[in-house]
Each structure stands twice: as structure tokens, then as C-alpha cells.
């Protein structure tokens, strides 16, 4: 099967593009599903005209349907261009450095919560508006 019938095919199965509901966004899906089937400029023309005339309603003028191919075709290649661009960005990319661990305390843990005890009671102390020394005294 080649792409022009397949693209028929899918079309067919797309919901119809009415005036007031989303038709011109709906056109312009269509116009862009007949340049992502790979179709010709005058296949997508065919195919996009034959979907005017059974699908849509009211039907485009001529101008405005090939408007809508010409936003078509620019959005396809915008498309291709982010598609590239991803590419060489993947192909660019080197793995990252390891990232240095600081070395584990090593001292034992009771002088380890000791010293965050003694930390704990500094901010206590600072918020009451003191020092840890002067507040030894009292």
C-alpha cells in the first residue's frame, strides 16, 4: 500500500471539520497529517481537497485550503528541524564527570550528636536573643 492510499485511509477515519466547532483547526491537522504521510505537493493538494469536499462543512475556499498547506508544510519543516536538532544534541552529549562525595564522618556518633546538640542549643539561645555563654551563667 503506498502512502497516498494509506493517508486516504486515515483520513477517512478523522472526525469531520465543521465551522464554529474547531473546522479550521481540524483542516489544518489534516494538511498536516498528509505532509507527515510523506506525500507529494500534489498529492497532499488531492488528498486535502478531496477532504473539503466530503468532510468539511462548509466547504474551504480554494485559497484558504491552500493556505492551510502552506502552514502545513511550515509547520512540517519546523517539525524536522526540532527533530535534527535533538539529534546532533544527543550525539553531542558526554557523560558528566562523577561528582566528588565529601568523606564520611568518621568520628563516633556520640560525639557526632554532641556536637549537633551543642548546635541546636546555639540557634535556641540565639532566638531567645543571647548568647550559648550567657545563658550557661543563668
Not at 2 to 28: F, I
Not at 87 to 116: C, G, H, L
Amino acid at each position: 500500500m503506498d502512502n497516498y492510499t494509506r493517508c486516504m485511509a486515515y483520513l477517512e477515519k478523522l472526525d469531520p471539520a465543521v465551522s464554529g466547532s474547531g473546522g479550521h483547526n481540524q483542516t489544518l491537522r489534516v494538511a498536516c497529517e498528509c505532509i507527515r504521510f510523506g506525500l507529494s505537493d500534489s498529492e497532499a493538494w488531492e488528498a486535502l481537497k478531496w477532504f473539503n469536499a466530503n468532510r468539511c462543512s462548509p466547504p474551504w475556499k480554494e485559497h484558504e485550503l491552500r493556505h492551510k498547506l502552506t502552514d502545513a508544510q511550515r509547520i512540517a519543516s519546523t517539525e524536522r528541524a526540532k527533530h535534527v536538532g535533538r539529534q546532533k544534541t544527543r550525539r553531542a552529549y558526554t557523560k558528566p564527570a562523577a561528582i566528588e562525595r565529601p568523606a564520611a564522618d568518621t568520628r563516633p556518633i556520640v560525639q557526632q550528636s554532641a556536637q549537633a546538640e551543642e548546635l541546636w542549643w546555639a540557634k535556641v539561645a540565639k532566638e531567645r536573643g543571647t548568647t550559648l555563654a550567657e545563658w550557661d551563667r543563668e
